[in-house]
């Protein structure tokens, strides 16, 4: 049994799928960042949790639950993945900078994260999309041309 049509298919799969999860994992945060940019208000939050766990080649990843009141809304209580002087910060002082949409006080975040790293996953995830789609055409053309020699590849 040929195993070309199957690893084709598998190639392009992981291209295309993992492109396009890049590629709309970067662009919903660069489009939270833009939204809260544009029209954003400030709350002042009390630390009520956090958490720190290693991550697999060193440093830490750090998370703060936060509960803010925006003005005019209930309080909402939220799990914020944040930098390390902003989780020290906010462990210390018990209190933390929530910028949040005011049209939508759920849309908030406390570290204003740069937008490079994120730019960078949507350029990385729409080339691997093209190189899936090349991949695809490539496997296409090379099912649709005869075998040279016969099925036994002999010339």
């Keep these: 049994m040929r195993q070309e049509p199957l ?3 598998l190639v392009v799969a992981f291209l295309t799928g ?32 956090k958490a ?3 991550l697999s080649r060193g440093g830490q990843s750090s998370k703060l639950v936060v509960e803010y ?4 809304h209930a309080a909402i209580t939220k799990a914020f993945d944040v930098d390390g002087p902003t989780y020290r910060a906010a462990v210390a002082s018990g209190r933390a900078r929530v910028v949040y949409l005011p049209a939508d006080p759920t849309v908030s975040l406390i570290t204003r994260f740069a937008v490079l790293p994120f730019q960078m996953l949507v350029g990385f995830g ?3 999309v093209l190189a899936g789609v090349v991949c695809l055409r490539l496997a296409m053309r090379a099912k649709a041309r005869p075998a040279v ?3 036994s590849g002999s010339t």
């Design 149 to 151: 020699g016969g099925p």
């Design 52 to 54: 720190t766990r290693a």
């Design 18 to 49: 993992g492109g396009l999860f890049l590629a709309v994992f970067g662009w919903s945060h660069l489009h939270k960042i833009q939204r809260l940019d544009g029209s954003s208000a400030v709350a002042e939050g009390r630390v009520v949790g």
């Design 126 to 128: 729409a080339l691997m």
């Design 7 to 9: 690893v084709a298919f």
């Design 69 to 72: 009141q925006p003005e005019g």
